[in-house]
């Protein structure tokens, strides 16, 4: 399903992704996931948007950033999935993210965000900046634009939502690319879109053994809820 030849703890490469991963608190995994297996996930991933749910507000915890997006839920993809599933919980992948992370990363249990697939579509679409409850976000790129297009991740590690607008790290990726992110203290956002065009991941949430929960906030319920709350 995915290159575990370069992406495993053993690999040639894995100790350089650690080492980014320490620190800038992300990574790139570029081409992640198998050539031979992409039309399969992404097959799925589009049977499954049929079930998605249009966002369009304001996040007000978040200073009142905007989203505008379709998404759908952990519950959804429970219930009509059991490849995107196998993917979160598959040993072998949290295996190597621990190796990058330094710690044990564990899967969640029921979050509504444990897993999700976020859609841009059309121009000025964009998932607006946040901080996620848990501390790991692991994403699959499905569609992306490319950074003309807009629709790529910018985050700011350790800093404020406003410092986005100032110089954040930009991660224009491609399909197939999966990027690592510690979310709970990197500002992050993915960059409005410029144009009508598709920007499409599957985000999988993790925690590591030694995190602290800080208060949890209402935006995933507000984001990914059936009815919005
Ligand atoms: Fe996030």
Do not use: W
């Not at 044990?104 to 976020?118: E, G, S």
């Not at 998932?127 to 297009?149: Q, R, T």
């Amino acid at each position: 399903m995915y290159r575990s030849d370069l992406y495993h703890p053993g690999s040639e490469i894995a100790d350089e992704l650690k080492s980014h991963y320490q620190r800038l608190h992300h990574v790139p995994f570029p081409g992640f996931v198998a050539a031979e297996f992409f039309p399969e996930l992404k097959a799925e991933v589009d049977r499954l948007l049929e079930q998605s749910r249009r966002r369009d507000f304001l996040m007000e915890c978040m200073d009142n950033s905007p989203r505008r997006m379709n998404v759908v839920n952990g519950h959804t993809i429970e219930r009509l999935s059991t490849l995107i599933p196998q993917i979160y919980n598959d040993q072998r992948i949290i295996d190597f993210l621990s190796h990058v992370v330094g710690e044990k990363v564990l899967p969640l249990t029921d979050d509504i965000d444990r897993y999700v697939i976020n859609q841009l579509r059309k121009s000025s679409d964009t998932f607006g900046a946040h901080y996620d409850d848990y501390p790991l976000s692991f994403v699959l790129i499905m569609e992306s634009p490319g950074i003309e297009g807009g629709g790529y991740a910018e985050m700011v590690p350790n800093g404020a939502l406003s410092d986005l607008d100032v110089n954040p790290i930009k991660l224009p990726l491609k399909a197939a690319d999966a990027y690592l992110l510690k979310t709970d203290t990197t500002a992050h956002r993915v960059a409005p879109l410029k144009v009508d065009v598709l920007r499409t991941a599957i985000n999988l949430a993790y925690t590591t053994e030694n995190f602290v929960p800080r208060a949890i906030t209402e935006s995933a319920n507000k984001l990914y809820a059936e009815e919005e709350a």
